[in-house]
């Protein structure tokens, strides 16, 4: 099975409020990665934990917190966000070394900041 | 860091037709995947495709890493393939592992 869920689908949250996103796989991937996607764009690279360890954080705001709790499991903790981080979030799992094998994507969380 | 190119941005198809989808990039990778973005945002796995051919039903891809592009090519196409596809790339000069660089993309519309 090569499927990576995520929950929620929708998110509408206002400017002062604290939610969480969660990605889920069970396809034995140590490697599991935050994308962010803005309409029109191309996804961009948030967060990689491999092996439940954070070993990539591409400059992202402190507002934005990943957590791995285990293997299987990668949240997104959001606080305090803007307007301008309404976007779909997606979430991505591969084998240990990320960088040599096909990274599967869930189907995204569209966040919508007010 | 590594560059990636799409091309065309934009194409428009009759059902049936076939198509060439182009992804240029500036350096050495380990790992090359074509991806569809339906329209729900959903991203679906094609290839990973680093180098060589490969074939599933009627797409099909090839990737010569010498010269640094991969094509995708989709025949008779149906609406269904109507959506975005992307070409992400990882390079080992780029420090960083697992860090997937996308293109823009090409848009894809088939008419029926």
């Known amino acids: 099975d090569t499927e990576v869920t995520q929950t929620p689908k929708h998110l509408v949250m206002g400017m002062t409020n604290k939610k969480s996103l969660k990605c889920e796989q069970h396809m034995g991937h140590r490697a599991m990665y935050w994308y962010k996607q803005k309409a029109k764009k191309p996804p961009e690279l948030m967060f990689v934990y491999s092996y439940e360890k954070l070993s990539i954080n591409e400059s992202v705001p402190s507002r934005f917190s990943p957590e791995c709790p285990n293997s299987s499991l990668l949240n997104l903790h959001l606080h305090a966000l803007q307007p301008e981080d309404s976007a779909l979030y997606l979430c991505?799992?591969?084998?240990?070394?990320?960088?040599?094998?096909?990274?599967?994507f869930g189907p995204g969380t569209r966040l919508t900041v007010l | 860091g590594i560059q990636v190119e799409q091309s065309p941005p934009d194409l428009i198809l009759q059902e049936g037709a076939n198509s060439t989808l182009r992804c240029n990039f500036s350096?050495?990778?380990?790992?090359l995947q074509w991806f569809h973005q339906n329209p729900w945002g959903q991203l679906i796995n094609l290839f990973y495709?680093?180098?060589g051919t490969k074939q599933n039903g009627r797409l099909s891809a090839t990737t010569v890493a010498t010269e640094r592009y991969s094509l995708l090519y989709i025949s008779s196409s149906q609406t269904t393939d109507s959506g975005v596809y992307f070409c992400a790339v990882d390079s080992p000069q780029g420090g960083s592992q697992g860090n997937l660089i996308f293109g823009k993309g090409t848009k894809l519309s088939v008419k029926p």
């Open positions: 991505a799992s591969s084998h240990p070394w990320g960088s040599t094998d096909t990274q599967y």
């Open positions: 495709i680093p180098s």
């Open positions: 350096d050495s990778v380990n790992n």
